[in-house]
């Protein structure tokens, strides 16, 4: 089973593939770009994709929105991963020895206030969290730390000098889990729809009237621009159901209040560790690597 990420090994798109996958065999595409791994799904290159949308502090991804559009993906599943940064360095390295620190721009920033406090450091950004410290490992540097993921460290055989270096502890990352084409699911619980509507006055709220109409428990909505048609837009909405019927009733109700609609996919939803951390068991065995 091919499966693409954004990322290297140790990633928290490597490790958002190994959870959600759990057992199966996975063959990694190690991609260094979204764009990228949208390609390799429409070209039938790898069997999935992994894709994060978004972050529980940083919000919504919305380039990748336009990727699912733009390659006419389809969404057949999601996970949802907790973010702990941890500081780490060679084995042989310790904070006296340490003059900077390297990691992506994203994770910097969600750990701007242990920077503050270690303003001494010079700060540099990778491409990905794994690849500093993926870096540190290959080429021996005992006076550069990575902030990375625990997968990191352990693939990579860095030693943590300091955990949970993020702002804020409760930080989740939402993935989904593409494909080419959809597949036929019969018990699924949640579904991704798109749709646009008409600029008419209460166009948009005449369909979530609907939806609420329905007792059906939005979890999401977010508005995107249409690319072609300035000052359009689209609407994506994420919603759980008790029964995979109540989807084809709302869409007989909706269909005539928007302009065009679309099902991005039908899945099994999944469960936030935030909400419910007791529900969640880590993988870290670098072995699914």
Not at 56 to 70: D, E, F, V
Not at 203 to 224: F, H, P, R, Y
Request: net charge negative.
């Amino acid at each position: 089973m091919k499966i693409a990420i954004q990322g290297i090994l140790g990633s928290y798109h490597h490790q958002a593939a190994a959870e959600f996958f759990k057992s199966e065999h996975m063959d990694l595409m190690e991609l260094d770009s979204f764009s990228k791994v949208a390609q390799s799904i429409h070209n039938l290159e790898s069997d999935y994709g992994i894709m994060a949308i978004e972050n529980s502090i940083a919000g919504t991804l919305l380039p990748n929105y336009g990727l699912i559009t733009k390659y006419d993906l389809k969404i057949s599943g999601e996970i949802y991963l907790p973010i702990h940064h941890q500081f780490m360095a060679h084995p042989d390295s310790d904070l006296k020895t340490i003059t900077e620190i390297r990691s992506h721009p994203m994770a910097l920033l969600q750990c701007d206030t242990f920077l503050e406090r270690n303003k001494h450091l010079k700060v540099m950004e990778s491409a990905d969290t794994a690849s500093a410290a993926k870096e540190i490992a290959e080429k021996g540097f005992q006076n550069v730390a990575a902030i990375a993921s625990r997968m990191s460290a352990e693939i990579y055989g860095l030693k943590i000098l300091e955990n949970d270096v993020q702002n804020i502890y409760k930080n989740s990352t939402r993935f989904f889990i593409l494909q080419k084409n959809s597949v036929s699911v019969s018990d699924f619980n949640k579904v991704s729809l798109k749709f646009s509507t008409s600029h008419e006055r209460g166009a948009l709220a005449s369909v979530l009237n609907e939806i609420s109409d329905l007792n059906l428990n939005m979890k999401k909505i977010q508005s995107v621009p249409i690319v072609d048609e300035p000052w359009q837009y689209a609407f994506h909405v994420d919603l759980e159901l008790s029964h995979p019927t109540e989807l084809d009733i709302l869409l007989e109700k909706i269909r005539p209040k928007t302009t065009r609609i679309q099902i991005l996919g039908k899945y099994k939803n999944a469960v936030d560790p935030i909400v419910n951390p007791t529900a969640y068991q880590p993988i870290l065995d670098p072995t699914y690597s």
